[in-house]
């Protein structure tokens, strides 16, 4: 069973551009969460979805935003990037939501903001 | 709201020594706990879980932890290190309302002496 894979895994991008990064979850999973982890502020929850339906939402910016498709793929954007955006985005997949089910997380997209 | 303090952000032991990874969380309710790794350049695996049954919970390669409501505690525990245990540990927790949020510690980088 092919596992979480997270599209692009590396990729360098300059201030105030934009960057949509892409996940595609384990066959059946509905549910996608989507986290930053950096040195500084460590790991934080950015949104889930579930069912095409953003169930929660973490403490950031508007400019961060995502969506699920019909497939259950998620997509992330980032508009505006600063600096700070630098971060490696993980997504993890899960076949339910709320049930503390276990998550399963890709390998994540490394995002660096020159 | 929920919090995760992991005690030592750098654990060093030699190899076949006793693995100890402190781990404090702050809950309102009942929380589920985690424990996850990570390796460099991947993204995290479930170690083990805690949901509300057995206190002492088993996980795998040989990592167990033990849910202490009095001390508001879930510390990672494994009898003896080998060279490949090498990595960060993650603890993290949520609540079944939150969906697959987790809220997760900093973190601790295990190193193993050989």
């Known amino acids: 069973k092919a596992g979480v894979t997270q599209t692009p895994r590396y990729l360098i991008k300059t201030r105030g551009q934009q960057v949509t990064l892409s996940c595609s979850p384990i066959?059946?999973?509905?549910?996608v969460s989507w986290y930053q982890q950096t040195p500084g502020q460590g790991l934080q929850f950015l949104f889930e979805?579930?069912?095409?339906?953003?169930?929660n939402k973490g403490n950031f910016p508007g400019r961060f935003s995502g969506r699920q498709f019909s497939n259950s793929r998620s997509e992330m954007n980032v508009s505006t990037l600063e600096l700070g955006d630098s971060a490696l985005y993980l997504c993890?997949?899960?076949?339910?939501?709320?049930?503390?089910?276990?998550?399963?997380f890709g390998e994540g997209s490394r995002l660096t903001v020159l | 709201a929920q919090s995760v303090t992991q005690l030592g952000s750098h654990v060093s032991v030699s190899e076949g020594a006793l693995v100890l990874l402190r781990c404090n969380y702050s809950?309102?309710?009942?929380?589920?706990l985690f424990w996850y790794v990570q390796y460099p350049n991947q993204g995290l695996q479930l170690l083990l879980k805690?949901?509300?049954?057995?206190?002492l919970v088993k996980g795998i390669n040989g990592f167990e932890a033990e849910f202490k409501k009095s001390e508001t505690s879930f510390h990672l525990t494994k009898p003896s290190a080998h060279m490949s245990d090498a990595a960060e540990y993650f603890c993290?927790?949520?609540?079944?309302?939150?969906?697959?949020?987790?809220?997760f510690g900093a973190g601790t980088i295990l190193r193993v002496k050989s």
């Open positions: 979805y579930f069912s095409e339906t953003q169930r």
């Open positions: 993890a997949s899960s076949p339910m939501t709320g049930t503390t089910g276990e998550l399963f």
């Open positions: 805690y949901t509300s049954a057995a206190t």
């Open positions: 993290a927790v949520s609540l079944a309302l939150d969906g697959n949020k987790l809220v």
């Open positions: 809950s309102s309710v009942p929380p589920y």
């Open positions: 066959s059946g999973h509905r549910s």
